[in-house]
């Protein structure tokens, strides 16, 4: 038996080997993407607080006033005052929540807080800490693995 030239299709075993690769990255992409949304909300709502909380600090020191900032974990946002003056509220990103019930904060006209405290934010299995030193008022960042 010979080939001829006009067999020019393919053969069901390459058929079933495309189709299984294509099949197992789908299956990776369908496991991995939520995984990445989870990462990008928590990454957006760890930095805005820190970008907060340092903001507010700066004002304090700037305007020669405190400030403060209430956490409401009932809804996953906080909000941010000057001197009892509502100024905004920011919420959480989707799925991003609080780990702890923090109370609020309050930066003295020096940039000190009155308490040192740490705001947990948790989603899925990853979580990230922002700290707050008690007698200096430093602030980072910690993300926990």
Same mark, same amino acid.
């Given at each position: 038996?010979? +080939? ?13 080997? $495309? ?16 995984? =990445? ?5 928590? =990454?957006?709502?760890? %930095? ?20 403060? $900032? ?14 009892? =003056?509502?100024? +905004? ?24 807080? %009155? ?31």
């Amino acid at each position: 038996m010979s +080939r001829t030239n006009n067999n020019l299709g393919y053969t069901l075993l390459e058929i079933l080997l $495309v189709l299984t690769i294509m099949a197992g990255a789908g299956f990776f992409l369908l496991l991995q993407i939520p995984q =990445d949304m989870q990462e990008k909300g928590m =990454d957006i709502s760890s %930095t805005r607080l820190l970008e907060d909380l340092r903001e507010t600090q700066q004002a304090a020191i700037a305007c020669n006033v405190w400030y403060r $900032v209430k956490f409401y974990p009932h809804t996953n946002e906080y909000k941010l005052f000057k001197q009892g =003056d509502f100024i +905004r509220a920011v919420n959480l990103q989707k799925g991003v929540y609080f780990g702890n019930s923090p109370p609020e904060l309050t930066f003295l006209p020096t940039g000190a807080p %009155t308490k040192g405290m740490t705001v947990i934010l948790k989603t899925g299995s990853l979580e990230r800490k922002v700290i707050i030193a008690p007698v200096m008022g430093r602030i980072r960042l910690e993300i926990v693995r």
